[in-house]
């Protein structure tokens, strides 16, 4: 009984050696997590514990220590009445840019990527491979070729010369090329087929639906970079009235005329320009599925 006891101990602590081990290890990928969550809520935080100083405090106060001397109704109010009250007009035209190139460049997206994925026909396979070399080519050198195109044109200076630059985005269409190959069936389309459908109705009646998690993921994600974009609509437009909440907010800094940088206000314009982002993300995000990425691992 007692060499049974002891081996029993043995074996135990053997188990529990590498359990240990194992526990231990993941402190690293728990602290490199915790220090990733940091680095992204930080920020955010502290654009809304700055949102209530005042252009004073908020370089004689503590960063992260908030104020409640009512500035940030002040900053607020101030936001909304700076210059009969353009910052609305500035959001309007963000969600114009964002809202309709990111519609619009999520439909070129998914009909290219859908024909690439499903369909064989000549040069497809080159089209592809242009559109990954693509990927790797960054958007800023196209912002002054994309100008002098459009300005050939009488272009610029509009809607249009924001939204149709964006509407072709290679990411989005590999992305919903890999997508299309895993989620839509061969087999449905052919049955889609013998019904009498057309290519058309198949791809707007079965493939759009099936490819719906890749689709609201690109429009989401073309919506945060049309919102977030700067240098195209810096680029595209001199007029004030025009201004999407980036480029606003960035003449809000800069000092003219012996008149100081509104930082508060333009901090609290950074704070408001947060809140739909963060409303679509939360909307949009039961739409997001594990097998979005199926597509890039399945053979």
């Known amino acids: 009984m007692t060499t049974l006891t002891q081996a029993t101990g043995a074996s135990a602590a053997r188990d529990a050696g590498p359990r240990r081990t194992r526990s231990g290890l993941h402190i690293v990928p728990t602290l490199i997590l915790i220090v990733g969550a940091l680095y992204c809520v930080l920020p955010v935080l502290w654009i809304v514990i700055a949102a209530t100083k005042t252009n004073d405090e908020l370089f004689s106060t503590p960063p992260f220590l908030p104020e409640f001397n009512g500035g940030f109704w002040t900053n607020m109010q101030a936001l909304f009445t700076y210059n009969n009250g353009i910052f609305g007009r500035w959001a309007l035209n963000s969600v114009i840019y964002a809202i309709g190139g990111g519609i619009l460049s999520t439909a070129v997206a998914g009909a290219a990527g859908y ?170 995000q039961r739409y997001w599925k594990i097998d979005l990425i199926s597509g890039g691992v399945k053979i």
């Open 115 to 284: 024909a690439l994925g499903k369909y064989r026909f000549a040069g497809s396979k080159w089209i592809f491979r242009l559109i990954v070399a693509a990927v790797l080519l960054p958007q800023i050198m196209l912002a002054i070729p994309q100008f002098l195109l459009l300005a050939k044109f009488g272009m610029t200076n509009n809607y249009a010369s924001v939204i149709l630059p964006q509407l072709v985005s290679p990411f989005a269409i590999y992305l919903c090329k890999i997508y299309a190959e895993a989620s839509v069936p061969d087999e449905i389309m052919e049955a889609a087929r013998i019904d009498g459908g057309s290519e058309w109705r198949i791809f707007w009646s079965v493939g759009s639906r099936l490819m719906m998690p890749a689709l609201v993921t690109v429009f989401l994600l073309q919506f945060i970079g049309i919102w977030n974009n700067f240098l195209l609509p810096f680029v595209m437009i001199n007029n004030d009235q025009l201004y999407p909440l980036t480029l606003g907010l960035y003449g809000l800094m800069i000092i003219t005329g012996g008149q100081a940088a509104q930082y508060s206000i333009v901090i609290a314009g950074v704070l408001v320009s947060i809140v739909p982002l963060a409303i679509l993300f939360l909307s949009l």
